[in-house]
């Protein structure tokens, strides 16, 4: 007996970001000449994003511990209904924001995309299709007891995406300030 796998409709809408990358002269900085060629081939890192502050803390956290020069990021926000001309306005808005935060903190290239649908199988859905280094997420804390009888989209990542999730759980004396 096979398994039937239901197709589920996916909408999404990629992101136009601003170009951010400067124009640089004939020679690279030293810098880049002493890393090697491993290194400046990149990963591509998922990054969940949304408007909450638990998610800014693990968009921090990557940029500042996990990235390096030649990654790509790819933000990822999850919404009820990519028709909504306000959600959508408002998540173009949040992704530039964070485009240009990514590229002065850590010289990253970024890519933003806009995804229809329940936001735990959205996230792993673009991990099977990127396969990505990390799965970058914040979660809000909760307890064990807490994550089941309420759901949670970390805890539903964490059981189900195959690519690396990485769970940033924010300690209490962050509360709502930024890393960076």
Known sequence: METLQEEEEYNWTDVKLPSLVPVVGEAEPPELERETTARRRGREVLIAVDHGPNSKHAF????????RLADTLHLVHAVSSANNEVIHEQSQVLMEKL??????????????????????KVICR?????????????????????????????????????????????GKEAGDESLV
């Open 60 to 67: 921090d956290w990557a940029l500042i511990h996990f990235c």
């Open 126 to 170: 673009e991990a099977k299709r990127l396969k990505p280094a990390a799965v970058v997420m914040g979660t809000r804390g909760r307890s064990l007891i807490q994550s089941v009888l309420q759901g949670s989209v970390s805890e539903y990542c964490f059981h189900n995406c195959k690519w690396a999730p990485v769970i940033i759980v924010p």
């Open 99 to 120: 485009a240009i935060e990514a590229f002065q903190v850590a010289m990253v290239r970024t890519v933003a995309r806009i995804v229809e649908g329940d936001p735990g």
